[in-house]
């Protein structure tokens, strides 16, 4: 059996939650059991550690988690982890309870957090990519998207039903915060006529003639996309300055919003959620710190947590290319 470096993990989830933290959870509780390694669950993020709330787990504890959204850690967004002093309280709370490393399950902020505590602290941890969002380098998943965009695709099928009965145009807000992966997939998936991204300058003028050539060539309703963080606004932005230049068309606004975060994961979600778990501890006990667990074509890799957050576009741009051909 693997020999360990580390004797005691702490898990914790943090900043917004995604569908499948539950399933990594108790992937990184089990697997820490299996080893004979000490597991503490911390709870709502860094908070938790800075308050002392954290708890001893073991494979019972984390039973009927594993289809559940959310995640029964709970999580937060934690300012007072962000200064140096927050961290120190968070340090010492740590040395008290005897967890000699962490499995931080988040996104991009909550890598930027686990990294500054790494190298102000030197104390090892390994990141789980955890978002709705998708934004992370090193991945070619994170946990919570497959879900997040199986629940958008949904709820953009219901409002398509609607839309063509009317012959109406709709304006569709997903969320993404800065990275248009949701609204890409939800584009193609569901024939938008066009879909607005924050990777990508689209002007008023592209979607009027889009919208104008799709009426020319017999389409009866029209949906499209709008990313949240999108270089044109809000959805209810866009439809207002269309509304502008083409005042006959019947227009909706529709913001997806939070539902888009809950709900039970997908099967493919629970599989690398539990995947991903299980090497996040392994990598501990091999030794890595300051890395973020990773799946590249289908394997699970190591890459640097610094690396994992690097700004930039990571859209494919094939990707795109598609997803304007097929909208014609
Ligand atoms: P996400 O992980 O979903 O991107 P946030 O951006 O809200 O979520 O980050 C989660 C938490 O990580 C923050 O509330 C904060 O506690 C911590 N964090 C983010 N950036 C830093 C940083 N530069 N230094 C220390 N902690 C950070
Ligand atoms: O990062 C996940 C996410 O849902 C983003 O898509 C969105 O911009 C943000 O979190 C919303 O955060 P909050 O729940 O704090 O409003």
Known sequence: ?????????????SGGDAPGMNACIRAVVRTCIYYGIKVTGIKRGYAGIIQNEMEELNARSVAWILDRGGTVLKSSR???????????????NLQK??????????????????????????IPVMGVPATIDNDLRGTEATIGFDTACNTAVEAID?????????NRLFFIEVMGRDAGFIALRAGISTGAVATIIPEEETTIDDIVKILEAGELSGKSSSLVIVAEGGTLGSAIEVAAKVKEILPNYDAKVTILGHLQRGGSPSSYDRVIASRLGVAAVEGLMEGREGQMVGLLYDKITYSPITEAIRKGSGVDPDILRISKILSI
Not at 1 to 13: A, P, Q
Not at 78 to 92: M, N, Y
Request: include cysteine; hydrophobic fraction near 40%.
């Open 1 to 13: 059996m693997l020999e360990s470096k580390v004797k005691h993990i702490g898990v914790l989830t």
């Open 78 to 92: 934690c300012l007072e982890f962000k200064i140096r002093e927050g961290q120190e309280k968070a340090f010492e």
């Open 97 to 122: 309870a005897g967890v000699d490393a962490l499995v931080t399950i988040g996104g991009d902020g909550t890598f930027a957090g686990a990294n500054a505590f790494h190298q102000n602290f030197g």
């Open 158 to 166: 219901q409002i398509r039903d609607t839309a063509s009965s009317h």
